[in-house]
Every structure is written in structure tokens, then in C-alpha cells.
């Protein structure tokens, strides 16, 4: 079978994450990108080989030899360039939330509606961790029994300044939800995934912490450290922190909070699943460790083994144990994914994928929906009030 070629559009940090699982897998080839940086873009392709460079990203949405483009720009952007990759019959493989709103991921499940053979895609990466997709195999064939309660967070740090400032903090570009659609949505579809079973119900604190930032007069790249800096004073709406307790369709209760503001957290995304028989318990920041409790008998480290693990997670894990797996190895899983469901000729219609669907993500923007409802209402919100 030929490659397949890929265009990129976004070269911000998960940009050049999205190049780089790309150039890990076989038969793919990345053969164009395109930034509103076009200088950026050349810069880019120049140093990743990439033949074609376009400073419209129209101009590669519309080359006939691309088959799929990844969707790698601001959240803003999500709706027009998604439905342009979709009317222009590519497959397309976005970054999450899949658009501002619920509004805006419903108009893209409508559009996808009308071409049943594009494959789409949305970056919840974590859900290809090894360990996770291992837990997931391990709770579905019933090795801690009856699921009791499901509980974690995804705790950062990034922005714990009123000096700390970036595009995710204008609702105009990213949505009204920040903290909650940008990681709390990692949780919510890492839980969803092991659990196999979606949240169906929240209650949710949702607390803006720094209500007013400083903007740095000169634009700063995300996570950049800058000395002597001008700055203005802006008022913030989205909010820092959210603490949600939610519900699932397979009767299963649990809580989580996400933080942008916790000191000295930086990637802190764990959950922990308790069942009749036993708990387990992983932290993507020991992502090749889980751990699993017991009550009669000793706690286990569950190390990540290859030979050891359920057949299904064998083509997401390839090192030998010892050698570590993380955050880029499960980008290059969701990407490796991806694309051999489109190999392999499957449609989303008739075939379920282990990587996150347009379904998933809009189903998650209207999670995150209710959520921003229950923190504004102060009660518990049920999904099926949100279309």
C-alpha cells in the first residue's frame, strides 16, 4: 500500500508533537504544513524535510495529494478549518476541545454526517497510554470486580502567576471553558475509556481564581520564562480550578478537580478506579507504573511489561520493561491508531476505534457544557439537558 500524505496546520508546541509521532509510525508521510507564522512554517519544514509550505492554509486543505491533515491551531479555528478538511473529503485528525463550544462540535458531527467515509479523529492522547489501555482490558474482563467509585485530577501549575499569560485565557479564542476543556477533558475521557461508560451526570465548583492577568504588551510563546516584561491589566472570565462530582451511565460515582494554578504541579494527571475485588491506581507522570490495591493480600506495583500485558494494548507498547513509556509514545500510539484504522479500510459507522472519535469529543464538549451550567446554577446538571 502507498504512504499516505499527511498536512499539518499549527506549528505551536503540539504542532511539532503532532511531526513527531508522524515521523514515528511507518506508511505515513508528512508532506505539507501551513502557520499564520509563515515564517514559522518554513523554518519548520526545513527542518523536518517537509516538501510543501503554504502561508494560506486553504491552499493545503485543497492539494489533491494530501489524504489527511491535522488540525493543530487555536481553538477559535477548530470549526472552519475542520468542516474545510471535511467538505474537502480528507480525513481529518484534530486537537481537542473539538471546537469553542457544543454548539460548534455539533455543527462538525452534522457536516461529518454528510461523508460517511472520512475517518475523523481528536487528540486524547492519554487514553493511549500503555498502562491505560492495559486497565481498561483488565476492569472490562472483571479482574476488580463490581466498579465502585472512580476519582482523580489533572493538576497544573503554568499559569499560577497573574503575570502568566496566553491565548487560553481569552474566551474568544479558547472557548468559555479553560481549565476544564483544555485538561479536565483529558480526565473525563480517560475515565470514560477505562470505564467503558460515559458521565451522564455532574455537579461542579467552577472557580476563577486570578479574575484579572497581565498581558504582556509583546506576544510570548506558551511556557516561555521572559525577564522585564510590559504589561497590561486584563479582566479573565475563564475559570483557574473546577472540583466536579459526576455520574455515569453504568451507575458507577466518582469525582475530579483540575487546576492550572497548583505550585509545582506541571503534568499531574492520575485516576484511580475502585472495584469489589480491588483498585488500581496510574499517574501520567509515572505513566510506566500502576499501582493496584488489595485488601486481603499485599498492594502490587503492576511494572509496564510487554508480556504481560492483554493482547489488544500489544501494538501500543514495543519497548522492553525497564525502558520507560510516556506522553510521546502515547501521541505516537493515537497517531499509529489513527491511521491504521484508515489503512485498514474501517469506517467510523461500523467499526469502534481505541483512539477518540468526533462523537466522543462533542459528547465531551457538552460534559464540559454541563459542568460550566452546574457551577453557574450551583446544582446538579443532567446531560441530557444539554443538546
Known sequence: MKSLKVGLIGLGFIGVAHIDAIRRIGGVELSAVSDVNFDQAKQRAG??????????????INDPEIDAIHNCT???????????????????????????????????????????EIVAGINFC?????LVQDMKHRIKN????????????????WLLYDTDYNWRVVKEFAGPSRCVADIGSHWIDTAQTVLGSRICEVCA???????????????????????????????????????VLVKFENGVTGLFHCSQVCAGRKCHLNLEVNGSKASYYWNQETSDRMWKGNRDINNELVIRNPHFMAQQVHDYTYMPAGH?????????????????????????????PDFATFEEGHYIARVIEAILLSGKERRWVRLDEIK
Not at 527542518?47 to 493545503?60: A, S, T
Not at 498581558?215 to 511556557?223: A, D, F, G
Open 126 to 130: 492519554y487514553r493511549m497510554t500503555p
Open 205 to 243: 465548583d467552577v472557580v476563577t481564581v486570578l479574575p484579572t492577568r497581565k498581558k504582556p504588551v509583546m506576544e510570548v510563546e506558551t511556557y516561555a520564562i521572559v525577564e522585564d516584561m510590559e504589561y497590561e491589566d486584563v479582566a479573565v472570565t475563564t475559570e483557574d480550578y473546577a472540583g
Open 47 to 60: 527542518q523536518f524535510g517537509v516538501e510543501k509550505c503554504y502561508e494560506d492554509f486553504n491552499d493545503l
Open 74 to 116: 487555536p481553538n477559535h479555528l477548530h470549526l472552519e478549518v475542520n468542516q474545510k478538511i471535511i467538505r474537502a473529503g480528507k480525513h481529518v485528525f484534530s486537537e481537542k476541545p473539538l471546537g469553542l463550544d457544543a454548539d460548534e462540535s455539533a455543527q462538525m458531527m452534522a457536516t461529518l454526517s454528510e461523508y460517511p
Open 324 to 352: 520507560p513509556e510516556g506522553w510521546n509514545d502515547a501521541m505516537r500510539n493515537t497517531v499509529f491508531a489513527f491511521y491504521q484504522f484508515i489503512k485498514q479500510g474501517k469506517k467510523l459507522h461500523s467499526h469502534k
Open 142 to 157: 472483571g479482574e476488580i470486580g463490581d466498579i465502585y467509585l472512580v476519582h482523580g485530577s489533572y493538576l497544573q501549575d
